[in-house]
């Protein structure tokens, strides 16, 4: 007589039957628990793309440059000034002429933070017509 022997499963063996439904119910929780951050960009109203734009020409006395360069530092007009002098700057000359554009001109080396420094401080002045510009030098 042949005598069968019964193994005993080893002790802590774990049911792996439902790992997978385990897995998936935690991916969905995560998923649907999660958070998206959202980016904030500069909220600018540009021209419609089907609008007939046609080039405007500017007065050069309507035209005031506030330029930021390489190395920082920023100019209005060719003449040094500090972020914080740009408001009052720019109010004194919106008065003195209405029809004022400010173009601000960025270099590509100079700090993405000073150039929104200087747009922030054309929209505290109320410059409403602001013209963006990169510089090549």
């Known amino acids: 007589m042949v005598m069968k022997i019964k193994r005993k499963p080893p002790i802590g063996a774990i049911n792996l039957?439902?790992?997978?439904?385990?897995?998936?119910?935690?991916?969905?929780?995560?998923?649907?628990?999660?958070?998206?951050?959202?980016?904030?960009?500069?909220?600018?109203?540009?021209?419609?793309?089907?609008?007939?734009?046609?080039?405007?020409?500017?007065?050069?006395?309507?035209?005031?440059?506030?330029?930021?360069?390489?190395?920082?530092?920023?100019?209005?007009?060719?003449?040094?000034?500090?972020?914080?002098?740009?408001?009052s700057n720019i109010e004194r000359s919106l008065q003195a002429n209405p029809k004022l554009v400010v173009v601000l001109e960025t270099h590509p080396d100079a700090d993405y933070g000073k150039m929104v420094a200087c747009l922030d401080e054309l929209k505290l002045?109320?410059?409403?017509?602001?013209s963006l510009k990169t510089s090549k030098v």
């Open 17 to 87: 039957a439902s790992t997978g439904d385990v897995a998936f119910l935690l991916l969905i929780f995560f998923i649907v628990s999660t958070a998206f951050a959202e980016d904030f960009g500069l909220p600018l109203l540009l021209p419609a793309k089907d609008s007939a734009v046609q080039a405007v020409r500017v007065k050069q006395s309507n035209v005031m440059t506030l330029k930021v360069h390489a190395d920082n530092h920023i100019t209005l007009d060719k003449k040094p000034i500090e972020i914080n002098a740009i408001k």
């Open 125 to 130: 002045a109320e410059a409403r017509r602001v």
